[in-house]
């Protein structure tokens, strides 16, 4: 389902897009300025967010500005009066999809929401396609270790993500790792079956606190954590997610057999 956060001070403009694009099957959330708006989208995962260019405390360019560094991938459309359409225009140099003026009709917005929808789509489409070809643009093992862990950060929105490998004595280790202490990176060798990633590497399951990750061999373990970011993993994070870790698989079998010849 498509969420949308329609952002706009006038309570007027804010009923009516949320009973009419309620009425379309969108999940609809309202906030009232600037600040409350930048809050919701660091606690929530939205596709769209409709801006008032006009807003208390923050206005809409810089919300945009904030919410584009928060999820670069949610698609803004600004709604404007007439006075500030020049504002609406250059918003778009600086990311966002489209601009409505008011007042508002709801069979024109919901037409431009899924237009930007289809592109959200096809970005992400195109986004794992680069993925791929970033993950499989070396055999080397150092540098494909870096790409995994920066990519895989960027995949879900994280904060730290580490990499744990088997060594020649069967323990895991943490292969590479970003955000985490390096102290604890070099210290930690885990048994298979010892602590969760231990256990993950042991029952050939992954653990992601709410929904599972099944894989059929297990050639090491991914973390990725969100420290700071409040909103859980989604259905989208795992589609994503899936397949970046299939795609991990084939590198990492890739690199390790042509290390071997």
């Known amino acids: 389902m498509c969420r949308v956060l329609v952002v706009d001070d006038e309570r007027d403009v804010v009923d009516a897009l949320e009973r009419g694009l309620g009425r379309r099957g969108y999940e609809v959330e309202v906030a009232f300025t ?22 208390p405390e923050l206005d809409g360019v810089q919300v945009l500005e904030q919410v584009k560094k928060i999820d670069p991938e949610i698609e803004a459309i600004m709604i404007t009066g007439h006075a500030s359409i020049e504002t609406a225009i250059n918003s778009m ?19 431009i929401i899924e237009k930007a929808v289809e592109k959200h789509r096809l970005t992400e489409t195109v986004a794992l396609y680069e993925i791929g070809k970033a993950i499989f643009s070396t055999v080397k093992m150092d540098d494909l270790l870096k790409i995994i862990i920066d990519l895989g950060m960027r995949v879900l ?35 298979l079956g010892e602590r969760i990633s231990g256990w993950v590497a042991k029952n050939k399951e992954g653990v992601i606190l709410i929904n599972g990750l099944k894989n059929d ?14 909103e859980n993993v989604t259905n989208a994070d795992m589609y994503k997610l899936n397949i970046y870790a299939s795609l991990v698989s084939f590198a990492l079998d890739n690199a390790a057999l042509y290390k071997n010849v």
């Open 217 to 230: 061999r297990v050639l090491g373990v991914l973390s990725v954590n969100r420290l700071n970011i409040e």
């Open 93 to 111: 140099k600086n990311g966002a999809y489209d601009y409505v003026e008011k007042p508002v009709f709801i069979d024109k917005i919901a037409a």
């Open 157 to 191: 929105r994280a904060d730290d993500a580490s990499l744990m490998l088997f060594d020649e004595n069967g323990k895991l280790y943490i292969a590479f790792a970003s955000g985490l202490n390096e102290e604890i990176r070099k210290e930690t060798k885990l048994d």
């Open 34 to 55: 600037g600040t409350e708006a930048v809050l919701k989208v660091k606690k929530s995962k939205f596709d769209v967010v409709l801006l008032d260019v006009v807003l």
